[in-house]
């Protein structure tokens, strides 16, 4: 069962900021060493400082610079508990609009063999550790976790809808590339129960936030450990978490391509055959007019079968990659499920990263050794510019893709997926007080 409750969220007080856009960050595990100067140019309060502090002991830090925006006023706590309903209007690259809506609030936490709540994507130890640090130094959620669940009728998101319509929002944020979020406060009870009894059913998948929902469990369990028997209503036993119906068409999931280097370069003609051993291999050259229309025949024939855009460093061509047989990957893969094997990325990082140029998963983890890009333009020019070997063009993993593969218990590699836009960094707070009990419909 899913529990789910309200909170008193944590916001910059309008009074004190008042172009919140100055403020406001991408999520931390997006943003470069070069963006992070220049969001910490761009405001004394931007929340970079908090969500990616580059001072020299960062987790105090962090800590302190926290406390002092709240006993400054930057930072205001909402004296009651509420759920928030977020309307998110965003541009796709081609022009088209889209309007995403969902709502933060509290919801339990799981142990990740439970069912409820689950995962798509592996982890990573670095990054859980690092947020925990971060969790027991401030003991607070500076950033939600993006979770999808599954309501045809979308009743959560109108009976929402209706109860903000002819509403002002209380907090409105214009970004520089023209999205805008836009932000409510529920506090109506009987609404707030209706949600909760809706909600209680269904089950949760991860869209974003992996490692910042294991290091939230680790967190759980110091306090745990540390305070003796808990009656599972204390604040440290649940998570911050933003709410998005995965049968609305206006949850985008993107794909994520990869430039990679740090493998024992190959001879071209002993590449080539071990590429058509497996691939049927459509050629287009590398000229600005061959990229258009490697680009065009790539999303074209994603629409009817499985493929993988290819660029080789000094090859003067792109390469479309089709696998000429589904046994290919049974052999390589026997432990997935059907769902997982057929993936492009699951073909990408086992039959050509791994078999093809060995390298074997723990280089591909291995800091530095792959780069991750929405941006395929971008991942082309890197590749002639800088100093990666290879670009390899996916196109987007599909939301049953997903949903067939968590329900089998698997999890797709990392950087699988890609939902966008990612949520604002600054948005939303959730400071955890230990004896705060959280409200639900039972009392």
Not at 35 to 59: A, I
Not at 107 to 133: F, M, N, V, Y
Not at 245 to 253: C, G, Y
């Amino acid at each position: 069962m899913l529990r789910v409750a309200p909170f008193r969220g944590v916001f910059y007080n309008p009074k004190k900021i008042r172009d919140l856009a100055k403020v406001m960050a991408p999520p931390y595990d997006v943003i470069s060493k070069e963006e992070q100067e220049k969001l910490y140019k761009r405001s004394p309060y931007n929340f970079v400082r908090l969500d990616l502090s580059q001072e020299p002991d960062s987790y105090n830090a962090v800590a302190q610079t926290l406390n002092e925006w709240q006993t400054q006023g930057i930072l205001e706590r909402d004296g009651t508990a509420a759920i928030y309903f977020l309307a998110h209007r965003f541009t796709l690259t081609g022009g088209e609009q889209k309007l995403r809506h969902g709502f933060f609030a509290l919801t339990e936490l799981q142990d990740l063999s439970s069912g409820d709540i689950r995962p798509h994507e592996k982890t990573l130890d670095a990054p859980k550790e690092d947020r925990l640090k971060l969790m027991l130094a401030c003991h607070a959620q500076l950033s939600p976790i993006f979770a999808l669940y599954a309501q045809p009728k979308q009743t959560v998101n109108r009976r929402l809808e209706v109860a903000v319509e002819g509403l002002a929002p209380f907090l409105e944020v214009e970004q520089d590339n023209g999205d805008e979020c836009r932000l409510w406060r529920i506090t109506d009870r009987e609404l707030i129960e209706k949600v909760q009894r809706e909600m209680k059913d269904q089950s949760l998948l991860i869209a974003d936030g992996h490692h910042r929902y294991e290091a939230t469990l680790n967190y759980r369990n110091h306090m745990r450990s540390e305070r003796g028997p808990s009656n599972g209503r204390e604040s440290f036993n649940y998570i911050m978490t933003y709410f998005a119906n995965m049968n609305d068409d206006n949850v985008v999931i993107l794909p994520t391509h990869r430039l990679v280097r740090g493998y024992t370069h190959k001879p071209f003609m002993e590449l080539e055959a071990a590429l058509q051993s497996s691939f049927y291999v459509e050629q287009h050259p590398k000229t600005s007019e061959g990229r258009a229309s490697f680009l065009k025949a790539l999303k074209t024939a994603a629409k009817k079968q499985r493929v993988i855009g290819a660029s080789f460093k000094r090859d003067p061509r792109y390469l479309i990659l089709r696998l000429k047989n589904k046994r290919i990957m049974q052999r390589l893969a026997k432990d997935l499920s059907a769902p997982l094997r057929e993936l492009d990325v699951s073909t990408l990082h086992l039959l050509i990263l791994e078999h093809i140029l060995g390298m074997p998963p723990e280089q591909q983890v291995s800091e530095g050794n792959i780069r991750y890009t929405q941006d395929e333009e971008a991942a082309l020019q890197a590749l002639e510019k800088e100093d990666y070997q290879a670009a390899f063009i996916l196109n987007a993993t599909k939301k049953e893709e997903i949903l067939a593969i968590v329900s089998a218990g698997e999890k797709m590699p990392q950087k699988s997926t890609y939902f966008y836009p990612k949520l604002l960094s600054g948005l939303i707070v959730n400071k955890i007080d230990a004896d705060e009990q959280i409200e639900l419909p039972d009392g």
